[in-house]
Each structure stands twice: as C-alpha cells, then as structure tokens.
T-cell receptor, first 113, second 113 residues
Framework: AQKITQTQPGMFVQEKEAVTLDCTYD???????LFWYKQPSSGEMIFLIY??????QNATEGRYSLNFQKARKSANLVISASQLGDSAMYFC??????????FGKGNQVVVIP | DGGITQSPKYLFRKEGQNVTLSCEQN?????MYWYRQDPGQGLRLIYY???????QKGDIAEGYSVSREKKESFPLTVTSAQKNPTAFYLC????????????FGPGTRLTVL
C-alpha cells in the first residue's frame, strides 16, 4: 500500500503568489515524522521542512510552512511569495520507527513571471 | 565544508559489467542510505546502514550490494544481476542522536549502454 500520496498534476503559479502542495500519508504508528524536499532540475534533494507527529504547532521555515492535519493524515506544504527559483519537483516523505523514509511521487511546480 | 559527496556525477556502463558508486560524508553521521529514482517517480530505498559494519536491505535490494567499512563511506555496487540499472542514484546520511533529517548528496546518473 502506498504510504505517501501526492496526486496533483503539474502546477503553474504566478511569481509572488502562494502555492499549496498536497500530501496525504498512511501509517498506524503513533510516532512519525513528515518531511518535504525540493528537487530542482540539477537533481539534488534539498531538505525544506520537518513536522513531528507530536508537534502541536505547524512547522515553518522562512517562506515554507506545513499545514499539518493529523486527523486527516495530511501534511500540505505552503510556499508563500513564490520565486522563479522555486520551480522544481517537491517530494513529501514520511519517517516511521525504523528511520527509513517513504517518498511520494512528487509535485511539479513551475513559477511563471 | 561539511557535506555528502557522490562520484562520479555521470556513469556509463556496458551490459554485464559491475559498477561501483561512491558516497562519502564528513558530517559524522551514523546512518547512510542509498536510493534509486526513475523518471517521474519518487525515491525507492535500496540499502541502508545505521552503523559501521552493518547494513540492511531496503525495498529494491536485488542486483545491488553495499559495504560499510568506515563511518564516512557507503559505496554501492550495481551488479550485472540488476536487470534495469539505468536510473538516478542518491545517497543520504542522517545523525542518530537528536537529528531526524536525512541529507542528500548530489546524485549519480547511471546509464547502461
């Protein structure tokens, strides 16, 4: 069964606007972590933001915030004030008890000027 | 600077040949991981190691082998038994104590001719 689901098609977003990337997850663990990574065309995976399952506050890192809805098992990434350099693939991932990460298939974002 | 290096960036292999991908980290991380990424897909775990001289199979270990003789190094060998080895390979590492995040190297793109 797929543990991380990212189903949005490629997205175009106007520069300076906000964009929300959806991620739903499936786990029976009580303790887990949720991550978002950015992969530009160069291929490197860049860590953006982390949310622990026991964290009560939504995580924020600069222009990135994570909308964590535990009951719905969703962990959506919000990028505010989009920049041209935000054009990339974005991957949601989940860590369970054995410290392995399960990745979704990614969301493509293209920022247009 | 601290980080993860992978070499080479591009690698070409003839069918039937074994090839070894290098991954080195100077972050003093205990755990290291190898992932495979196919076009339009997320990352799939090949092997991981949580401590020197120990490693475990991931989800797609068949046709691959690893060693972990030093904390800093976790080379991946793609053997001739791997039927479809053309892919992008990413190495990651993670600290074991108080650090939840996996950090990635720049990747190696392997093409079988």
């Amino acid at each position: 069964a797929q543990k991380i689901t990212q189903t949005q098609p490629g997205m175009f977003v106007q520069e300076k606007e906000a964009v929300t990337l959806d991620c739903t997850y499936d786990t029976s663990d009580q303790s887990y972590g949720l991550f978002w990574y950015k992969q530009p065309s160069s291929g490197e995976m860049i860590f953006l933001i982390y949310q622990g399952s026991y964290d009560e506050q939504n995580a924020t890192e600069g222009r990135y915030s994570l909308n964590f809805q535990k009951a719905r098992k969703s962990a959506n990434l919000v990028i505010s004030a989009s920049q041209l350099g935000d054009s990339a693939m974005y991957f949601c991932a989940m860590r369970e008890g054995d410290n392995r990460l399960a990745f979704g298939k990614g969301n493509q974002v293209v920022v247009i000027p | 600077d601290g980080g993860i290096t992978q070499s080479p960036k591009y690698l070409f292999r003839k069918e039937g040949q074994n090839v070894t991908l290098s991954c080195e980290q100077n972050l003093n991380h205990d755990a290291m991981y190898w992932y495979r990424q196919d076009p339009g897909q997320g990352l799939r775990l090949i092997y991981y190691s949580q401590i020197v001289n120990d490693f475990q199979k991931g989800d797609i270990a068949e046709g691959y082998s690893v060693s972990r003789e030093k904390k800093e190094s976790f080379p991946l060998t793609v053997t001739s038994a791997q039927k479809n080895p053309t892919a992008f390979y990413l190495c990651a590492s993670m600290g074991q104590f108080g650090t939840d995040t996996q950090y990635f190297g720049p990747g190696t793109r392997l093409t079988v001719l």
